[in-house]
């Protein structure tokens, strides 16, 4: 009923760029945050970056400077523009969002399918 799809996955070589978008659709009353997390073969899932509703933004470390999370709140949808990549951003990208299905609802965990970033010479 509430689905994240996700798109813009690839294949780039180190210093390349790319953009990740993620939309969600379905019974959505409100949405008050959405991020990216990734998961690296033997490691664990960490987050990217994330966004509010109110717009506030945070991101790893690793990635300051080099990542911008954005938002289209009319289109629920939610941006990753990737730029400067590295091999150790190799990983899959997981769209994660904060969804209220209806008023008054408890706050609902979803997340996308993932989609894979391969960093590579």
């Known amino acids: 009923q509430v689905q994240l799809v996700e798109s813009g996955g690839g294949l780039v070589q180190p210093g390349g760029s790319l953009r990740l978008s993620c939309a969600a659709s379905g019974s959505i009353f409100s949405i008050n945050a959405m991020g990216w997390y990734r998961q690296a073969p033997g490691k664990q899932r960490e987050l990217v970056a994330r966004i509010t509703s109110g717009g506030s933004t945070n991101y790893a470390d690793s990635v300051k400077g080099r990542f911008t999370i954005s938002r289209d709140n009319a289109k629920n949808t939610v941006y990753l523009q990737m730029n400067s990549l590295k091999p150790e951003d190799t990983a899959v990208y997981y769209c994660?969002?904060?969804?209220?299905?209806?008023?008054?609802?408890?706050?609902?965990?979803?997340w996308g399918q993932g989609t894979q970033v391969t960093v590579s010479s």
């Open positions: 994660n969002a904060q969804i209220k299905r209806r008023l008054g609802a408890p706050i609902g965990d979803y």
